[in-house]
């Protein structure tokens, strides 16, 4: 089972578009392009982080490098 995060981005603490939540679940998201799917590279596609709002589900996806993750304690 995924486990809870908040997340941010240099002093910026996200929070869900939708919900307004501060809890995700991460996921890793492949960025596939037409050309690299054609020439059977999609492996070499960019790669993206997907936070998952825990709430309502929604998908945000980031490229930038500097997000960083904290694990949710009960």
């Known amino acids: 089972m ?4 908040h997340a941010e981005i240099g002093e910026i603490w996200l ?3 939708i919900c307004e939540s501060d809890r995700f ?7 596939n392009s037409f050309g690299m799917e054609f020439l059977r590279l999609a492996w070499a596609d960019e790669s993206a982080t997907g936070l998952i709002c ?3 589900g929604y998908v945000h ?4 490098r500097d997000i960083r993750l904290h694990r949710v304690r009960k």
Not at 25 to 31: D, G, T
Not at 61 to 64: A, D, I, K, T, Y
């Open 25 to 31: 679940r991460e996921r890793e998201v492949k960025l």
């Open 61 to 64: 996806l980031f490229v930038n």
């Open 15 to 17: 929070r869900c578009l």
């Open 54 to 56: 825990w709430e309502c």
């Open 2 to 5: 995924a486990k809870a995060v």
